[in-house]
């Protein structure tokens, strides 16, 4: 190892992962490893496969971008190298084995049935160290990644992590205590109501409990259009615009598969503004960007469009972001400080873009906390840091640095 490479901060880029968002994660990853400055750090890319496999992966997500056409995937194959980690090693507990070792399981890979080892089997297990690790940078969205079970896994081997810890990381993941933690806290969230599906018949597909979703709907006071979502979920999968009672039952049957609590909300008419937060020093207040606007471009017919996962993903041309959003600056510091109080408010750490509504007469609602936004970077988060005057690369090195040891 040279000199150079010594004094380098070794961090995992942690990404991919069994959620949903598997492929945004990978897009997120290639473009953190694309900016992370080099000369500070040693990024060693781990992927986790949509089956939870925690590999070195035979490509180079440098080469992945949004737009690319097929969305990126990370499988076990012939020449991946499975990763283990020796629990009690913490920090010095990852290795990689060489290709193919996945293939027979334990057999393979040359570690002997419990009581069965022999000398043989230990030297014939090719494990490779990866070396100390000074930090994990979990670029991970969604279930497994972003609510605290990876978090939770790294705290309990005593790996410095960048992001939420556990506590954050769960509640943000739920949108329905996400609401309870922020109301708490005299911060506006949407009205609505949540179910819990598992109750509901699953056969008639809900049909059978629509008499009970609509007095309820009708109890807490909603008025169509209605936003139904599973309340863990993200890039807008399984959420549903609703203008009419008879299609309510269909989409909280169409957001099942994604969460069986879900919420049912009073649909917005707002301007969606996204607020960065930067948070490397929990001594200091909470740092903001100037708030985003994400401005849908083509809308088919009007009031029908939100921002879905097409026009987050795969139609550059539905929408695009306006930093800052085009507001008075009194609005624009109001939407700072709500962030920062949500941030505060569910005890993040380290990063967190906080989404709202802005009304007509300056309410400002929060319908959501991400703790690991999107990170390409043309993502709002960083091109928000990027025109606060951050650019990507020192957003990515003071994440990494507050935590690394
Ligand atoms: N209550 C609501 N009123 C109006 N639009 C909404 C509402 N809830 C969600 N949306 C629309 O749906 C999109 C996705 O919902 P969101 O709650 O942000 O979930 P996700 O975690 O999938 O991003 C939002 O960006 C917005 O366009
Ligand atoms: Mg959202």
């Known amino acids: ?14 990404f991919g992962g069994r959620a949903a ?76 084995l060489l290709p193919g070792d996945n293939k027979a399981g334990s057999a393979a890979i040359g570690i002997g049935v419990l009581g069965d080892m022999t000398a043989g089997d230990v030297e014939d297990t090719d494990c490779e160290w990866l070396g100390h690790i000074d930090a994990v940078f979990p670029v991970l969205h969604g279930e497994y990644g972003e609510d605290g079970a990876v978090q939770g896994l790294l705290e309990t081997i005593g790996v410095p992590y960048v992001g939420c810890g556990i506590l954050a990381s769960a509640v943000c993941m739920d949108k329905h205590f996400t609401k309870i933690l922020l109301r708490a806290a005299g911060i506006p969230v949407t009205l609505g109501v949540t179910f819990d599906a598992r109750l509901f018949d699953q056969a008639s597909h809900f049909k059978e409990n629509a008499d009970e979703i609509f007095s309820a709907v009708a109890a807490v006071g909603l008025r169509y259009p209605l936003f139904v979502k599973p309340a863990w979920g993200g890039s807008s999968i399984g959420v549903t615009k609703v203008e009419r009672q008879e299609d309510l039952v269909a989409a909280l049957y169409a ?124 993502s709002m988060y960083p091109k928000a840091w990027a025109a606060s005057g951050i650019d990507y690369q020192t957003v990515i090195t003071e994440l990494i640095d507050s935590v690394a040891r």
């Open 21 to 96: 968002e598997h492929s945004i994660s990978c897009i997120s990853a290639g473009s953190v490893l694309r900016a992370i400055d080099r000369d500070r750090f040693e990024p060693i890319p781990v992927a986790i496969t949509k089956e939870g496999q925690w590999v070195l992966p035979d490509v180079d997500p440098r080469n992945w971008n949004l737009g690319d056409g097929a969305m990126p995937e990370v499988n076990m194959t012939d020449e991946s190298r499975p990763i283990m980690i020796d629990m009690a090693k913490g920090a010095d507990g990852f290795f990689a």
């Open 255 to 378: 957001a099942y598969p994604y969460s069986w609590r879900i919420l049912v909300e009073q649909g917005i008419d707002g301007r969606e503004i996204e607020c960065a937060v930067l948070s490397t020093n929990p001594l200091a207040e909470p740092r903001t960007a100037w708030p985003g606007e994400i401005v849908l471009d083509h809308k088919q017919s009007e009031g029908d469009e939100f921002y879905d996962f097409d026009a987050k993903y795969t139609d550059s041309s539905a929408s695009h972001v306006e930093v800052p959003a085009k507001l008075p600056p009194k609005m624009l510091q109001k939407i700072r400080d709500v962030a920062v109080r949500a941030f505060s408010a569910v005890d993040g750490v380290g990063l967190m873009r906080v989404d709202t509504f802005v009304q007509e007469d300056g309410t400002v609602l929060v319908n959501e906390l991400n703790t690991m936004p999107g990170f390409t970077s043309i």
């Open 1 to 14: 190892m040279s000199e150079n490479q010594k004094n380098k901060k070794r961090v995992i880029i942690l």
